[in-house]
């Protein structure tokens, strides 16, 4: 093991994360883990990690100090990280030197990804390395804060460098992954366990919606017409949800679930959004307007078929050919 990075700020909110835990959610455990999995799965297997090594999600800006040479990427909303105050391209693998001193912040949004190579040592705790605030799970339960060193399980060999140092996604992410402001984000979904007692569900799909600040890892709640029908039915009897659930509490604004969404919920479930589509949602500021989509249940399998291809063997290019 060797120390590999010493936090010096963090200005918003800094986590470990891996892919989430899985195994416990019937004893009231979240699968929290990277709310954009694929913006995560990609940070690291652009510099050879194991697609589901632990990372450091960020939220925000954030500085520290390399304690080794390695190999670091940095996936998700910015375009430029800095290293020494000098730019340098996202979603590229970067050596960085002992000393040098690594800026993240916000671009298209403000949600970023940083790996290390071989990965951030980090113990398990029931069966992954994610963090989940709420619960003061994870091995640094209440987050990264200055003054904490990280560890790493390997130092790259010079031919590790050579071996990464042209790969590069097979997409241009900025364009199909990361929602800009002045555009409107489609949110597919499918029906949820109670569409039917709502009479005025396809107000869902005739109405912008727009993210509202009272919006975080656990949901991200909408401002826009309310179904007058969740209004009229209340509460629920509690249900399992899961992240891509679009609960309607009394009020009649939807909550979309997300990555440290409860196992447990008494507010109706109208929709069921599509996971690619909830990684691109965890990109949206406050006030970005979004749309939901009606789809078949054959277009959702296929578009499911996909998504799970790419984040269980994502596929990354050396020049023109693929590694």
Not at 251 to 280: C, E, F, W
């Amino acid at each position: 093991m060797v120390k590999i990075l010493r936090i010096r700020s963090v200005t918003g909110i800094a986590t470990i994360q891996d892919i989430g835990r899985y195994g416990f959610r019937n004893i009231g455990v979240p699968v929290a883990g990277a709310l954009d999995r694929i913006s995560y799965v990609y940070s690291n297997v652009l510099i050879g990690n194991n697609p589901f090594s632990a990372v450091i999600e960020v939220i925000g800006v954030f500085t520290a100090e390399v304690l080794n040479d390695t190999i670091i990427c940095v996936t998700g909303g910015a375009e430029k990280i800095y290293v020494n105050g000098i730019e340098h391209n996202t979603w590229k693998p970067v050596y960085v030197k002992k000393g040098s001193v690594i800026t993240i912040k916000p671009g298209l949004s403000p949600l970023n990804y940083l790996s290390m190579y071989s990965g951030i040592k980090c113990p398990m705790v029931l069966g992954s390395r994610s963090t989940y605030l709420r619960g003061k799970i994870g091995c640094y339960p209440e987050g990264l804060n200055p003054g904490l060193i990280l560890e790493s399980y390997l130092l790259p060999e010079p031919s590790i460098w050579y071996r990464v140092k042209d790969l590069e996604p097979p997409f241009n992410p900025f364009i199909q992954y990361i929602p800009l402001e002045d555009q409107t984000l489609e949110l597919r979904a499918t029906p949820g366990v109670h569409s039917d007692l709502l009479w005025d569900l396809d107000q869902l799909f005739k109405n912008y919606y727009y993210v509202s600040h009272e919006s975080d890892r656990l949901g991200y709640r909408l401002e826009g017409s309310p179904l007058k029908s969740a209004q009229e039915l209340g509460r629920l009897p509690s249900i399992p949800v899961d992240r891509g659930y679009v609960q309607v509490p009394p009020n009649g604004k939807p909550i979309v679930l997300m990555s440290d969404s409860q196992t447990m919920g008494g507010y109706a479930v109208a929709l069921h959004v599509l996971q690619p589509d909830i990684d691109r949602l965890a990109h949206c500021q406050p006030g970005y307007r979004v749309l939901f989509k009606d789809i078949t249940y054959r277009e959702a399998e296929d578009i499911m078929s996909d998504y799970l291809q790419k984040i269980q063997e994502p596929i990354v290019l050396l020049g023109r050919g693929v590694f």
